[in-house]
């Protein structure tokens, strides 16, 4: 079974238009991410939800909004898509503690979304 | 703000050692995590460092100065299939903070 699956693997789509990717986690973590990794393959963190509720917004556009149902799925959609909005989304996982002890905050990342704005 | 720095690309030999370098400047440290990300697939887990020193598993160790702001990750009998781009990330309460990632090649 995957640990954190997410769709679609692939998204193309022309500038103005609406779009969603889900994601799904099946191993019980509390906190969920998503991530943009841009063409350099810089991962810069976008949101976190912990127990459904947000935690970090990190400045992204209030075109994206995230949503989660509960503790297992974070969607994210993505409101009038613009040409810099294309690259690869991936979603993750984790259950911090604060401070590492035994690694075991590490993130869990799904297959990833590849967006393309045309 | 947040500034993690790895080299973008380094190459090395079949078999051979390579270090890479990761040096960091954050406004809090919880620990230090690398992954390894091959060409299109997601990023997965491969060591990490809360402590000074050095951990050890396999062909890979990754150490941590905390005072410098500095960590590396060693490979050891490099293998074709280590061709990938390595990530440093900072474990700051919660949130990851990732460097740009340094592409390793390796050639026969």
């Known amino acids: 079974d995957t640990a954190v699956s997410q769709t679609p693997k692939y998204l193309v789509t022309q500038m103005g238009n609406d779009k969603s990717i889900k994601c799904e986690q099946n191993?019980?973590?509390?906190?969920m991410y998503w991530y943009k990794q841009d063409s350099k393959k810089f991962l810069k963190i976008m949101f976190s939800?912990?127990?459904?509720?947000?935690?970090i917004n990190e400045t992204v556009p209030n075109r994206f909004s995230p949503k989660s149902p509960d503790k297992a799925h974070l969607n994210l959609h993505i409101n009038s898509l613009e040409l810099g909005d294309s690259a690869v989304y991936f979603c993750?996982?984790?259950?911090?503690?604060?401070?590492?002890?035994?690694?075991?905050?590490?993130?869990?990342f799904g297959s990833g979304t590849q967006l393309s704005v045309l | 703000g947040q500034n993690i720095d790895q080299p973008t690309e380094m190459t090395a030999t079949e078999g051979a050692i390579v270090q890479i370098n990761c040096t960091y400047q954050?406004?809090?440290?919880?620990?230090l995590f690398w992954y390894q990300q091959h060409a299109g697939e997601a990023p997965t887990f491969l060591s990490y460092?809360?402590?000074?020193g050095l951990e050890e598993k396999g062909r890979f160790s990754s150490f941590l100065s905390r005072s410098k702001g500095y960590s590396y990750l060693l490979l050891k009998e490099l293998q074709m299939k280590d061709s990938a781009s390595y990530l440093c990330?900072?474990?700051?309460?919660?949130?990851?903070?990732f460097g740009s990632g340094t592409k390793l090649n390796v050639k026969p």
């Open positions: 993750a996982s984790s259950q911090p503690t604060g401070i590492s002890k035994q690694g075991t905050e590490k993130l869990f």
């Open positions: 191993l019980g973590h509390d906190t």
């Open positions: 939800y912990n127990n459904k509720e947000l935690i």
């Open positions: 954050t406004s809090g440290f919880n620990g």
């Open positions: 460092n809360v402590l000074d």
């Open positions: 990330a900072v474990y700051n309460f919660n949130k990851f903070y």
